[in-house]
Nanobody, 119 residues
């Protein structure tokens, strides 16, 4: 099992910045990727950014150049630095971890943290 605890959400004006954190605990040794997803009211959950255990990153087109995902392997924490925030970035942000054991991949989710960007 993997437990994920997010923090760092809040209310910010357009153009501002926030940094989200996600601390992982439990069976973290076989986590192969961690990422951030978001879900706005009435919309499907979408990928924001992902980082693999090797450090490769991938971003949604809508956040490229504004958001940066990183991880601290000592603290078992992944971060999402969000700059130049827009009202359309308003959503609940969820941390995700994928852990592979043998031929099975397990998906874990945090409880979510709300990000609200005012215009």
């Amino acid at each position: 099992q993997v437990q994920l605890v997010e923090s760092g959400g809040g209310l910010v004006q357009a153009g501002g910045s926030l940094r989200l954190s996600c601390a992982a605990s439990g069976s973290i040794f076989s986590i192969n990727a961690m990422g951030w997803y978001r879900q706005a009211p009435g919309k499907q959950r979408e990928l924001v950014a992902v980082i693999t255990s090797g450090g490769r990153t991938n971003y949604a087109d809508s956040v490229k150049g504004r958001f940066t995902i990183s991880r601290d392997n000592v603290k078992n924490t992944v971060y999402l630095q969000m700059n130049s925030l827009k009202p359309e970035d308003t959503a609940a942000y969820y941390c995700n971890a994928d852990r592979t054991t043998g031929m099975v991949t397990y998906h874990y989710w945090g409880q979510g943290t709300q990000v609200t960007v005012s215009s």
